[in-house]
T-cell receptor
Framework: DAKTTQPPSMDCAEGRAANLPCNHS???????VYWYRQIHSQGPQYIIH???NNETNEMASLIITEDRKSSTLILPHATLRDTAVYYC?????????????FGSGTQLTVLP | NAGVMQNPRHLVRRRGQEARLRCSPM?????VYWYRQLPEEGLKFMVY????????ESGMPKERFSAEFPKEGPSILRIQQVVRGDSAAYFC??????????????FGPGTRLTVT
């Protein structure tokens, strides 16, 4: 699986959009970008994933650059409960499941 | 629709005792993964199981650790003769048999093991 690079920490004001970047310059054509988050002491939570098109769900939006070497997770209206460590993971998608490789992630702190 | 269940949530063991951690996957899920998170560190994959089969145990320590996922009942992560370095949060995740177009995993709340 391709390696990812994320800033170690970011702050965001409550109610504003949080934009979390991720670099994955060695991504291959059949690897997907996944985002998970871990709120303090809880189990990780799946957020969103994509291949090359931008994706949106009820939690977030995922913007992947045209060359697929980087992506941005957008939380449109951050709340205090969005304070967490956010992990960007690049992995093959296949019909058989495979383990996730977590890096250091980005500690997002939403400020009141 | 119940999520991934883990028990106990907290477990205290003395050095040398055995620890048994249980994980019940989401309904309809037949893939189970165990991850460990040491204090102030990231999540590390340990083992991947399907019903009655260990698929990948490349992240498991070679000694004292074992895992199973029987035909009936929860998946069990067993740690024999625990040492202080085993103190960590152990998370279980599950995914469905047919991952289809998505490969997301659903995590339980974790078991926090403390070895005294």
């Amino acid at each position: 699986d391709a390696k990812t690079t994320q800033p170690p920490s970011m702050d965001c004001a409550e109610g504003r959009a949080a934009n979390l970047p991720c670099n994955h310059s060695t991504i291959s054509g059949n690897e997907y970008v996944y985002w998970y988050r871990q709120i303090h002491s809880q189990g990780p939570q799946y957020i969103i994933h994509g291949l090359k098109n931008n994706e949106t769900n009820e939690m977030a939006s995922l913007i992947i650059t045209e060359d697929r070497k980087s992506s941005t997770l957008i939380l449109p209206h951050a709340t205090l409960r969005d304070t967490a460590v956010y992990y960007c993971i690049v992995r093959l998608h296949s019909g058989s499941a495979r383990q996730l490789t977590f890096g250091s992630g980005t500690q997002l702190t939403v400020l009141p | 629709n119940a999520g991934v269940m883990q028990n106990p949530r907290h477990l205290v063991r003395r050095r040398g005792q055995e620890a048994r951690l249980r994980c019940s996957p989401m309904k309809g899920h037949s893939h189970v993964y165990w991850y460990r998170q040491l204090p102030e560190e990231g999540l590390k994959f340990m083992v991947y199981l399907q019903k009655e089969n260990i698929i990948d145990e490349s992240g498991m320590p070679k000694e004292r650790f074992s895992a199973e996922f029987p035909k009936e009942g929860p998946s069990i992560l067993r740690i024999q003769q625990v040492v202080r370095g085993d103190s960590a949060a152990y998370f279980c995740a599950s995914s469905p048999l047919l991952a289809g177009v998505s490969g997301e995993q659903y995590f339980g709340p974790g078991t926090r093991l403390t070895v005294t």
